[in-house]
């Protein structure tokens, strides 16, 4: 931002100069030059002289001044064009009721500027706000505030009065008044009451979309500024400590600061998303209207904040939300479509929604563009991590994009576990002490892959078993191909010794103890410690090997997937293959159909939460699927047996 007069048109009285910068436009003795200060101030008397003699000659043109009492200079005139106290302030208010006269949101973001380094005309700004309207002295900058935006307030619409602004107004100058950048937490509670009071403004009905991009802009800042104290525990500790005394003696506050945070952004998300327009909210050029320009800025920023505080579950209600009120996504940009679908994704993830998920991700995935690398390899992480679950592993040419660079080193090691069937190697990825593991679990992708991919590592398992071992059928006899069980057992259970073995060994245990280097020059004479409520308790076992039993729910658990295909017969222990002799492949590809084909088959592509093109199709309206007990807005619809438009 350069300057706070970019435009004379419809600016007040005291601004009709030409465009200027602010340098030029504020008074010269704060620009730090001796000699351009004394020019300043010899423009400024020379502009003061010539508007009292303005005034001077309207007033004797019209009669309201006669020859005896006209002392050559309005009486009036001094109090008037005194200098004023904080003319910077003043300035800056002109300004801003010239905006919003204009409704320019844009210029209004451009102004309200908060984060520092602050220019020098804000500078100065701050340095009148304290000299002129201390905090003791509100009252005398609401009366401030009033006097230079009642013309502005007088041309609102509709909705009445825009006090919400006002209030804001106020509440900006006193952070800027009052803020101490050193001090974090109090910054932060000064900025969070500041985005309260502007999305309070922003629900006014004719002039809050022109605080909309204001707004977006100062909840950028604070989710930005939220995220940077959740990385310091001792500030945060202060917040709840605080949260806890305003709740009460006894009181526990059950939020934590991002929460928080994420809560109060879910306001402004709220107002957009609920805004009543015409027709879908998209105007004639496919873009959307109003206030519905925010929706997916601020629900981005809600979604930001829930995933770093492990609070997706609050989550739900914006997704259903967003699926009944918002306009299709394809209408907003590339950008926002990306974002909400990468955190749409992660949801359905966490949701055990693994086929939508990859809908999302691979959405997201396709529309980033090739040089975000960043943030198409935080996308393609999920996304691997979901095909796999589903049955499908990542091609050579996938791995070898910038954005997958050592994504191959940390996945395809678990992929060759599953297609061949080694529980052993398996378990010694996810069970040993690798830094691998350290990297999954912080990006939360840990447990899925281990308890998702151990029953396709069993399926394969079954498959090689029946390849080397199992009755595959014949033209001369009757009996179906089929599986022993016991045969698979026993496999698992050498697999499962072997990886057992293997994990003994990595960590030095002989015994069941840890074995030092020196061990024979070690003696502990110290009996050991067992807790009093643990006592005469017996030592856990080792995780038992898989028996017979263990084998046949395995078995049970693939059939009723689907992603195998015949019976389990308990007198025989055996599994039986269906429908062997009708397809191509044989007792293959009848008993052992392809996974992720399976997957597919069984799901639809209707993703909750995205809000695509409306679709003519069966079962469907606007674009969404219509049943039992659903919800269907008929405003517009005509009485039946009526007449056709």
């Known amino acids: 931002m350069e300057d706070f007069c970019a435009s004379c048109k419809g600016a007040p009285p005291s601004l009709l100069l030409p465009a200027r910068p602010i340098q030029a436009a504020l008074p010269a003795s704060s620009h730090g030059d001796i000699d351009r200060s004394q020019s300043g101030e010899h423009l400024k008397t020379v502009c003061v002289t010539l508007a009292q003699q303005l005034i001077l000659a309207q007033a004797r043109q019209s009669g309201h001044c006669s020859p005896k009492n006209d002392p050559g200079v309005d009486p009036t005139l001094p109090t008037l064009m005194a200098p004023s106290a904080t003319p910077t302030v003043d300035n800056f208010l002109s300004e801003v009721s010239r905006i919003l006269q204009d409704k320019d949101g844009a210029q209004l973001q451009a102004y309200l500027v908060i984060e520092p380094p602050l220019p020098a005309q804000y500078t100065r700004m701050v340095m009148e706000l304290r000299k002129s309207f201390p905090a003791a002295r509100e009252d005398a900058l609401d009366h401030k505030c009033n006097d230079f935006l009642q013309e502005s307030d ?29 001090n974090l937490l109090e910054t932060q509670q000064m900025l969070a009451e500041l985005v309260s009071q502007s999305i309070s403004a922003l629900g006014h009905g004719g002039m809050g979309v022109a605080i909309l991009p204001t707004v977006i802009a100062f909840s950028r800042t604070l989710a930005r500024l939220t995220v940077g104290l959740d990385n310091r525990p001792e500030l945060t500790a202060q917040w709840v400590r605080r949260q806890s005394v305003s709740a009460g003696e006894d009181g526990e506050s059950r939020l934590n600061i991002v929460e928080d945070t994420a809560e109060k952004i879910r306001e402004g998300f709220k107002t957009c998303l609920n ?6 909210g998209i105007t004639r050029e496919g873009r959307p209207e109003g206030k519905k320009v925010g929706i997916y800025l601020m629900a981005n920023l809600c979604l930001k904040l829930y995933f770093q505080c492990h609070k997706t579950g609050n989550a739900t209600m914006m997704f259903i939300n967003t699926s009944n009120q918002s306009p299709p996504l394809s209408v907003y940009p590339a950008s926002q479509r990306v974002t909400y679908l990468y955190y749409l994704g992660r949801f359905l993830f966490s949701n055990n929604h693994f086929y939508r998920a990859q809908l999302a991700l691979q959405a997201a995935y396709n529309q980033c563009h090739a040089r975000c690398t960043q943030q198409r390899r935080r996308i393609a992480i999920y996304l691997i991590t979901t095909n796999i679950i589903l049955g499908r592993f990542p091609t050579p040419k996938i791995l070898q ?3 997958a660079e050592g994504l191959g080193d940390r996945f395809l090691p678990i992929c060759t576990a599953i297609v061949k069937g080694d529980l052993a190697r398996f378990h010694q990825i996810f069970n040993s002490d690798a830094n691998d593991n350290d990297w ?59 990886a057992t073995a293997h994990m003994t060994q990595s960590k030095g245990l002989i015994n069941g103890t840890i074995k030092h280097t020196n061990a024979i020059f070690l003696v502990n004479n110290e009996p050991e410690y067992v807790d009093p409520d643990l006592e005469g308790m017996e030592e856990p076992s080792s995780p038992s090997l898989p028996g017979i039993a263990d084998a046949e729910s395995m078995l049970s658990s693939l059939i009723s997937q689907g992603l195998l295909t015949g019976y389990i017969s308990h007198r025989l222990s055996k599994f039986v293959i269906l429908g062997a002799s009708k397809n191509a492949k044989g007792a293959m590809g009848a008993g052992f159909p392809n996974v992720w084909e399976v997957i597919r088959s069984k799901s639809d592509d209707e993703v909750p939460g995205w809000v695509q093109d409306d679709v003519a199709a069966p079962g469907r309206w606007m674009g969404r699927m219509v049943g039992a007990g659903m919800v269907v807005n008929l405003t517009g619809a005509r009485p039946a047996g009526s007449a056709p438009i």
Request: charged share 30%; net charge positive.
């Open 275 to 280: 805004e009543r327009t015409s027709g879908k």
């Open 154 to 182: 007088k041309d609102v619409e509709k909705g009445g009065s825009w006090s919400g602004f006002m209030r804001f107004l106020k509440l900006y100058f006193g952070f800027l008044r009052d803020v101490d950048v050193q």
């Open 401 to 403: 994009r910038p954005e």
């Open 440 to 498: 999954f679990i912080k990006m939360g992708i840990f447990l899925p892959m281990r308890n998702r991919c151990e029953v396709l590592v069993w399926r394969s398992l079954a498959r090689k078993t029946f390849i080397l071992s199992g009755f595959h059928g014949d033209d001369s006899s009757k009996r179906a191909a089929n599986l022993d069980i016991h045969q698979l057992q026993h496999l698992a259970t050498f697999l499962e010794r072997r």
